[in-house]
């Protein structure tokens, strides 16, 4: 019996925007987890590259050609897994351990799909051989959950090759975005400004976006992006919007009018987070003092097991502020390098009524407590939004385009820091 069009589903494909991912294949970051690696995670097989390869084809008793293949890749996936559960990454190689999964199968587009229509152009560069590009195109329909009746459809185009050969056709990618649309591109790798590719889809792009937490070298990654801005580059960090909750929670703490002077009281700051990224950190000092007018005078690296970092300011008042960034170790690895565990707002005024703390769990404070202080503090825990799927931070991101003025102040001040780094 023939359905009747109340029953048929109505299938929405009319894309609202074009989204470009750019995806290294992995190489790169499973032999960083194995310390055979220290460049940027590019996808680019440049001298540094190779020179991991032949390393680890050494250490496995293979022969030394300084090209990955099939039984490399799968050399380097099975003692990953190994290292891994026998916990004997360092905190150095964790943050590329925790982006990396040999079972991954790239984007997971449902909550984006699910949502909007849209055409999603995947580029996956390859260490391997160079044999051209290969193309792939499919159309995505996820069940919308909210409605019986209409499928929402992604149509995807997948192009895999070295990084050579998608540039040969780099011409064709920005030809296969829609035109007169937004244009978005993710690139799920190290920035490159100096990479052809990077120069072209920025380009021809409205919005870069990137996700700091996945920054192996998080302090030379964030001056390259700091440096795009001034470029009048449209950027936006996923991680920037997992801040949310703590910038939100520190404003509230000094809203109430009979506080809000006091906010000008403080000049200690003490934020930890967890140990193998200091993106968050350095990105949320920066917002405070983008808000507060504090200037950076100095950046001090003390290492050591908290990885100290030590950066003091001056403000309009020429009073001195110091800030503490500590790196803290914890024995199960969370989902986002990097995120935030407490942070402390104090004053050397012991009859300032400034004090704040937050904190992500009961146990946040547990380190600023024991550094003990006269002042009685207001304390309040932290619901993050890091738990969040990437993709879902991404669905939120692809609603808007445009500068975001906040976050480039914010960047702003972090690459001020940064350059103080001795």
Known sequence: MQGSDEDAAAVTRAATFSLIVYEPDGTQQVLASLGFYTGPIDGIAGPRTKAAIKAAQKAYGMDVTGKSDDQLIEKLQA?????????????????????????????????????????????????????????????????????????????????????????????????????????????????????????????????????????????????????????????????????????????????????????????KVTIDYELGNQSQALMYLGWLASRLNWTPVEYQYEGGDYDIRKVKFTDDKQRNIKAELAGIPTADWGDIPGDLISLRLSSTNLDADCCKELCSSTTGCMRMEAGGGAQSCYIEQVTSVSDQKTEELLGQQLQRWGREMLYEESMAIASEILKLAK
Do not use: M
Not at 222 to 241: F, H, S, V
């Open 79 to 267: 003692e990953f897994v190994k290292a891994k559960a026998e916990d004997k990454l360092t905190s150095e190689n964790k943050t590329a351990a925790i982006n990396y999964s040999p079972d991954s199968e790239g984007i997971t587009a449902d909550e984006i799909a699910s949502s909007n229509p849209c055409r999603i152009i995947t580029l996956c560069p390859i260490l391997g051989e160079d044999t051209g590009v290969k193309a792939q195109v499919s159309a995505y329909c996820p069940i919308n959950k909210q409605s019986n009746n209409t499928l929402v459809c992604c149509e995807y185009i997948t192009l895999s090759g070295t990084a050579e050969a998608l540039e040969r056709i780099g011409g064709i990618i920005a030809e296969l975005a829609i035109a007169d649309l937004p244009k978005f591109v993710w690139w799920k790798a190290t920035p490159a400004p100096e990479h052809p590719l990077f120069k072209r889809l920025v380009s021809s792009s409205d919005t870069v976006i990137f996700d700091s937490s996945s920054f192996v070298h998080p302090e030379a990654d964030l001056k390259t992006l700091a440096a795009l801005l001034k470029e009048d580059t449209t950027l936006a960090d996923i991680n920037w919007r997992r801040l949310a909750p703590w910038q939100e929670l520190a404003a509230a703490a000094f809203d109430p009018p009979e506080r809000r002077s006091e906010i000008y009281e403080v000049d």
